[in-house]
């Protein structure tokens, strides 16, 4: 089943990110692990007109014209020194998605996306997709476990008001 948790767990999902659960929830059948052997990608592409019609810039190809780029730097005259890309991005720039599949956890690709989405200066959620089962490793709860430590120690505060975890 889809399992998602916004982190810190002290106050409630909010409308829009329900509405992006709810994209993952219309087409959990189809994208579910490990049922449904699909890349990062292949998932975006499933949710992805879903996401269009929240009003998020999402993800098209790796092609560079086709990537949505968040300035993190800027230089001279506002030129922008430095950008991350992200799989999608909501209208007003608050909310970030990642959707990570085979290297969430094995390759720490969940923390670069916290990394990344913590420098956007005007993210305020990310939200991480991964999948349930990667190789028989339950990927969603060692990353539940990982944030839920993070939070309740509170030796690291993020800018970020909070990073909700969806499991597919």
């Given amino acids: 089943m889809l399992r998602y948790q ?9 409308e829009t990110i329900s509405d992006v659960i709810q994209c993952f929830e219309l087409h959990y ?10 890349i990062s990608n292949g998932v975006l592409q499933i949710i992805s007109n879903d996401l269009k019609s929240l009003n998020f ?6 092609q ?5 780029k968040v300035p993190v730097l800027f230089s001279y005259n506002n030129k922008i ?3 991350f890309d992200a799989d999608a991005l909501s209208a007003d720039g608050s ?18 996306d916290i990394f990344q989405a913590c420098m956007m200066p005007n993210v305020e959620f990310l939200i991480l997709a991964v999948r349930n089962d990667y190789r028989g490793n339950d990927d969603f709860m060692k990353i539940y476990t990982f944030l839920e430590t993070l939070y309740i120690n ?15």
């Fill in 6 to 14: 916004l982190f810190p767990r002290s106050f409630g999902i909010n």
């Fill in 154 to 168: 509170s030796r690291l505060q993020l800018p970020l008001k909070g990073i909700v975890l969806i499991g597919y």
């Fill in 57 to 62: 810039k999402v993800e098209t190809s790796k």
């Fill in 29 to 38: 059948e189809n994208i579910k692990s490990p049922e449904n052997n699909l």
């Fill in 64 to 68: 560079t014209i086709d990537k949505i």
């Fill in 95 to 112: 909310i970030v998605l990642e959707v990570e599949a085979g290297r969430a956890y094995a390759n720490n690709q969940f923390l670069k």
């Fill in 81 to 83: 020194d430095k950008s």
